[in-house]
């Protein structure tokens, strides 16, 4: 069974201590006299403070993470410990075997004594240790294999989770992008699918290596029976630790990353973007018809040289790295004392010496790796932290749970007062919305008009709960709007967005994905459809609701397997107006939800001609009523057709950000402000 880690257990591995995952994360990305951040993914430089950090990472995090991994399968995990501990034993008790036999030779050479039962004896033992050795190691293999399947699956899984529950506002934070970016690449390490990226299971390697080291230091005491060999042999490793005692000036040359200027990062970038235009489907129309392919190439070369030239001076660097890591080679002379001073003592045999040679070897080659796989762990540790701390972020639009309130709907639909209200994009220097102020009454109708760029589609964003405001206040049915979960509040809307979803998927999902719950109702899917007049689209395609929409964002992953049934379904593309019937299609799934206050529409029929405009609004028009003609809804819509607009109870004309006229057509003609003046130009 999969596990996945509950939001306590979470908590609980990443929050053991005052210093957070998040902090040590920050922390590591500061520069050295600048107050520039590393890029995402850079390596970290080995620095003391960066050394301090990893210890804290480990001490108050990296210990709960390895036990939640833990929880999924205990037993498993102990035998997988305890395989590898076994594992690790093996090349020292092969060697050994293996001196055993190369003694009973010599003796069998040496000495008339000949013992060919002994000899027999040692090699059918070194058969059976070799054949339980593979034994266990298919075994450990195997049973590795489903404690990792279940690691991955719950990493990715959390991975999953956490992304489907951060809203908008918590996405657009430059830093939490830093921050899920490496977090992503943290996953995908895990995964086995990372580049130049440690998997933190590979910790159980450093584990084994030391094992296999000490095992070898062992044989290498027992063979020799004093120290000084060992001392010989542990400086002579002194070569392995050069390039971590390295001036630092050199050290931080060692990452492409981390030496990326600002301008070469943006050529980075550029080339990445230049390649995904050349290569994107979505592009290509407009490639082809603006003629960008020379222009796409001529900035991806520019692009290619500049990070290339970085790269190159990265590499004479290195060089100058690698010369001085050369001089590390006089310490491997030192490699062959201990040898020597073996073969001077007369009791040596051949076998001990083989064994000897060969326990010197595997400690020098394990010794490497052990630095190697520390150096790659000691990144890792920083992604792990981007990971633990990306798992504990919440949606920045959830309340506090002490501010949380129940929504209420109140008769007629969803009453709104707006109070100075001011939102700036983050990273933009011009505030989308500023002083917003308004009062609609529950169950009326808003039609919220003006020029490009004028804040409308900010405003139905905030209204909707999907964008936060910076200043002042949104009052919605008697309570400020930010104490309500945004969950619980969206169950009472209903909506067409202006870059509405177009998912590569079914009609079907296309349309359900209004009412998940009500996915499986073939009734309310076709009254939706039908509502939003789009049953002729359904007619006209060769699968009905089950035809795949071809979306131009998407790129299908081909699987082999399933090349076949997708090509025999087909694909179908959709015009732009046949698009906009789908998503208010989507929209009309909650029609008849009780629960649905709100009905909000940005520019939702600016493909469809004059007559399904009007009849779209008509339907919008009915289903903000009872059967009665009681006002059950309130109806936002933005709209660029002031034919349409007119209808509405109120108006708000938006100039620059702010409601520069507000209230019913007639009154505001009469008025002669900005939105008569507007009026007077469209007719
Ligand atoms: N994601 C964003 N990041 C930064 N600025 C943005 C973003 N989205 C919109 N803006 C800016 O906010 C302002 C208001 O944009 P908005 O989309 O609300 O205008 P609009 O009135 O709906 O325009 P249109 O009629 O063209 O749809 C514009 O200046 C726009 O450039």
Redesign the pocket.
Known sequence: MPFVVSTESRKEECEEDSTSAYDIWLASRATSGSKELLIPGAKRPITIRNAQLVYLMIQNNAFGLLKSLYNSHPNRTILMLAAQLARSLFPAFRGYSQALIIDEIQLQFASEAFTWPRLLRLSGSELVRRYLESLLDSYAAHNEGIVMDSAKFSVEYQQLQQRVQLDCSTF?DPLTRDLLHESDLFARSFNGSGFGSLSPMDFLQIFSLLVEITSHLFLILSVTRSYTHIYVLLLSLCSTFIPLVLPQSILTHNSIDSQFTAREAHAADRRERMRNMAFSDIYRPEVQLFGLQKWILSNWATSWWTVHESEVAHQSQLSLTTGIITLSDLFRIIQNVPFLLLLQGSSATLGSLSLYRSSIHSVIYNFRNLVTTIGMAFQSVFLMAAWCASTELKPKLQPEHQDKVRYKSVSGGIGIQARELSYT????S?P?LKNVNFTLGAGETLAIV??????????AKILLRIVDFDKGELIVNGHDLRRYDPSEYHQHLSAVL?GFSKFNSTLRENVGVGSVDNMASKDILETAVSLAQADGIVQTLPHGLQTILQSPAFEPVSYAESVSTTSSVGRYGLSGGEWQRIAIARAFMRAYDPRVDMLVF??PTSSLDAKAQKEIFDTIRRLSRSPDGTRRRTVVF?T?QLSIARRADQIAM?EN?TISDFGPHDQLLARNGPYAALYKQTI
């Not at 994009?425 to 933009?428: A, I, L, Q, R, V």
Request: no cysteine; net charge negative.
């Open positions: 657009a994009y983050p990273g933009s011009e989308a003006g020029y490009n760029g004028s804040g409308k589609s900010t405003l202006q940005d520019e933005i660029h938006m950000g």
